[in-house]
């Protein structure tokens, strides 16, 4: 089994040519938030992933053996709504709502124009359909956003507080008063 123990970014930040990466290692985004792991490549190489925890491996990402050999990480095809919207202030209504919900997405520009991922659910889906996005279920890569509390590939934990109240249907470590 090859040990994946660094990260070591992407092609575009290392200079890495793309002849030297031996491999990729297609994980949908549940397996791609965690540190440890035992998988197989795209060309059957059993891999162990031996990393620090907290950033969320992006498709794209590099990592390197113990024994100096590099796997590119990619995302793979999973079921995902993508809800269509015009660009600008409905783009920016639907983020926030679906935002203050807590909500992993992916935001995108495409040949069609502006759009929000998420995975299924479909209370988010009426919410985006109310505020009028359209929406298609399909399978595609899920690669979300990866947050404010993220930089430069390392990230750290959302366990702030705040001395107000918080009113919404779901419970969380922090607090801040909401109307809704």
Known sequence: MLELTER??????????????LDNLILPYELRIRGRLR????TNVDVGLFLDRGPVLRDGDLLQAKTGEIIRIRAAEEQVVTARIENGQPLARLCYHLGNRHVTLAIGMDE??????????HVLEELAE????????HTAPFDPEPGAYTQAGYSHGHGHSHSHDHDHGH??????KHTH
């Open 112 to 121: 069609q124009g502006a759009y929000v991922r998420i995975t299924p659910d």
């Open 130 to 137: 109310r505020l009028g996005a359209t929406l298609m279920h």
């Open 39 to 42: 998988a197989t490549t795209e």
């Open 171 to 176: 419970s969380h470590g922090h607090s801040h």
């Open 8 to 21: 070591i970014g992407d092609v575009n930040s290392t200079g890495i040519d793309t002849s030297e990466i």
